[in-house]
């Protein structure tokens, strides 16, 4: 029902700032949360943050708090990561997934983008 493509990743110095962007075509995006999961080189799939159907519940890991800021607009159907204070830690392959219910902490999605590399380096 919900197809989603990933922009915005590439190559910023630790310290920097870079917003990811999510559009989804297809309908009901708005009776869906919306999460961006990540995948560092070698490791599994971490969980970044999710928001909820209408927007009005919000969460992140631990790692990120207070770095990076998650918003979505159900008029355009875009779902947006805003990361500041950028560290090496945060390279990983970037995804943008739905699911049906908030459940914040997990992987597990229905719908899945094609990913955006996110590099942090010197």
């Known amino acids: 029902e919900v197809q989603l493509v990933e922009s915005g990743g590439g190559l910023v110095e630790p310290g920097g700032s870079l917003r990811l962007s999510c559009a989804a075509s297809g309908s009901a995006f708005s009776s869906y949360a919306m999460s961006w999961v990540r995948q560092a080189p070698g490791k599994g799939l971490e969980w970044v943050s999710i928001?909820?159907?209408?927007?009005?519940?919000?969460s992140y890991a631990d790692s990120v708090k207070g770095r990076f800021t998650i918003s979505r607009d159900n008029v355009k159907n875009t779902l947006t990561l805003r990361m500041n204070s950028l560290k090496p830690e945060d390279t990983a392959v970037y995804y943008c997934?739905?699911?049906?219910?908030?459940?914040?902490?997990?992987?597990?999605?229905?719908?899945w983008g094609q990913g955006t590399q996110v590099t942090v380096s010197s």
């Open positions: 928001i909820s159907s209408g927007g009005s519940s919000i």
């Open positions: 997934v739905g699911r049906r219910w908030y459940l914040p902490g997990i992987t597990e999605y229905e719908y």
